[in-house]
């Protein structure tokens, strides 16, 4: 049998691993995975870990859900692949169908991609085009929040906050207008989310009052910035985002990735924001909504971004205008990631999946309670199946450890220890594990975070 120090011997020698200091693996070990299955993540010598993060926040029902496999195989023996361009088929279709059904109302068309920064960079350039193509070429800009992130690519780099991923490639970058995060981390001791969250839009009122004329879009994670430290905001600020986009005449991209699919307590974040007037309905409608992530539950790399007919009718002309959308990926709705796709959305409609989510989230939240009186954790908070831990120097103060101190890492190391993967963003641990996760497996990983932060801040 082939042993862990072998695989990793050979993935060092060849395999330049992603968001990673490669010198790092000098005294910390690779975990080389043989097998998967449900919540477990099982080494080449028998060690099982909890995957307490759904690997990057992807495998919503677990690894190799069987129906999900058995949906694959049978797409196997009929269609594996074939181009988009000029070409359709059924998985294509019908995925397309249902996404235009239980999305915001008004979405309607689809593109696809194959991972989530394609997605955003397909937003990106279709608003821009738009205005082109409709006479307003003088909208070339785009405004984000400040530690929101929305992948590596450049474009989607560029819109993105947090500095430690665009600084070193700023010179090949757009320049966004950024404005201060609703992130309710900052709200004084007694003020309430929302209370937070409205005067914070004072800063994208302002924004777009001084920008409208040249900006394409606002782009946003709903609810959650899920790569900026789990950092979370109040639902009235999408409300309050739509209809100012409306008022001053720019689109709104909604970056779901990370959030869609059940992650925050309903299908999708946007179906939370309350309404404005009394009387009308909750949830607003972006112009553009990115999906991927739990969009295949983990099994194959997909991405789609979901766009009204108002944008799709501006690019609807006779060839010789130039104003069709010429943007592709080699693999743009293959036929096995869209059948992925849709045995994913099958399982949330047979399993009654929100449902039983919202017990799950309850015992997040218990059992994290002696976490919330711990010296070295300012905040616990919470979106729906996502729970994030903010461990600092000082909790009276919120005074945080030195980034250099890695005291994240080493909750990190604990929790591998005791069989848990608990990445750490910063020193933010976090808990956003497959929706098939059982109580029991909870309080584990709950007991394993709170013994692992004791351990990384005794010193």
């Not at 929305?150 to 010179?171: C, F, K």
């Not at 991927?292 to 789609?304: D, F, I, R, W, Y």
């Not at 045995?343 to 919330?372: G, K, V, Y």
């Not at 608990?422 to 109580?439: D, E, F, S």
């Amino acid at each position: 049998m082939s042993s862990n120090a072998e695989w990793t011997a050979r993935s060092k020698a060849h395999v330049w691993h992603p968001c990673t200091q490669m010198k790092d693996h000098e005294w910390l070990p690779l975990i080389p995975i043989k097998s998967a299955q449900g919540v477990w993540l099982e080494d080449f010598e028998g060690q099982r870990y909890i995957d307490a993060i759904s690997s990057w926040w992807t495998n919503i029902f677990g690894h190799r859900h069987p129906y999900i496999i058995e949906q694959l195989k049978n797409q196997l023996d009929t269609l594996d692949h074939v181009m988009l361009a000029g070409f359709t088929h059924q998985p294509v279709v019908e995925l397309s169908e249902r996404l235009c059904q239980i999305t915001p109302p008004g979405l309607s068309r689809c593109i696809y991609a194959d991972n989530g920064s394609s997605a955003v960079e397909v937003a990106l350039k279709m608003s821009f085009h738009y205005w082109k193509n409709i006479g307003k070429p003088q909208k070339t800009r785009f405004i984000a929040l400040e530690n929101g992130y929305h992948g590596e690519t450049l474009g989607a780099l560029a819109v993105g906050g947090p500095s430690m991923y665009r600084d070193t490639y700023a010179p090949l970058l757009l320049s966004p207008i950024f404005v201060p995060s609703p992130d309710c981390y900052e709200r004084a001791p007694g003020e309430s989310w929302e209370d937070y969250t409205r005067a914070q839009f004072r800063h994208m009122e302002r924004a777009l009052q001084q920008h409208a004329s040249e900006t394409c879009a606002v782009i946003l994670e709903p609810l959650v910035q899920c790569a900026g430290a789990m950092r979370m905001y109040h639902p009235i600020y999408l409300s309050l985002l739509r209809e100012a986009c409306d008022r001053h005449n720019v689109h709104l991209i909604a970056d779901e990735i990370a959030v869609g699919f059940g992650r925050t307590g309903t299908l999708f974040a946007c179906e939370q924001a309350p309404p404005l007037t009394p009387g009308d309905a909750s949830g607003i409608t972006p112009d553009f909504m990115c999906l991927s992530k739990g969009l295949v539950s983990g099994t194959l790399p997909l991405a789609v971004t979901l766009t009204h007919d108002a944008i799709y009718d501006a690019f609807y002309d006779e060839y010789k205008t130039g104003k069709a959308f010429l943007h592709s990926h080699s693999f743009t709705g293959n036929p096995l990631g869209c059948r992925a796709a849709l045995a994913t959305l099958d399982l949330f409609e047979r399993e009654n999946t929100l449902a039983s989510n919202r017990l799950l989230s309850h015992l997040m939240w218990t059992q994290t309670a002696e976490l919330r009186r711990h010296p070295h954790v300012a905040e616990v908070r919470q979106q729906g199946m996502i729970l994030a831990i903010e461990m600092v120097k000082d909790a009276q103060r919120k005074t945080p450890y030195p980034a250099s101190e890695r005291r994240g890492l080493r909750v990190y190391q604990y929790g591998l220890e005791h069989g848990v993967l608990l990445r750490p963003l910063g020193n933010v641990i976090y808990l956003m594990p497959p929706y098939v996760i059982t109580p029991k497996q909870i309080e584990h990983i709950a007991q394993v975070a709170l013994r692992g932060i004791d351990a990384a801040t005794r010193d």
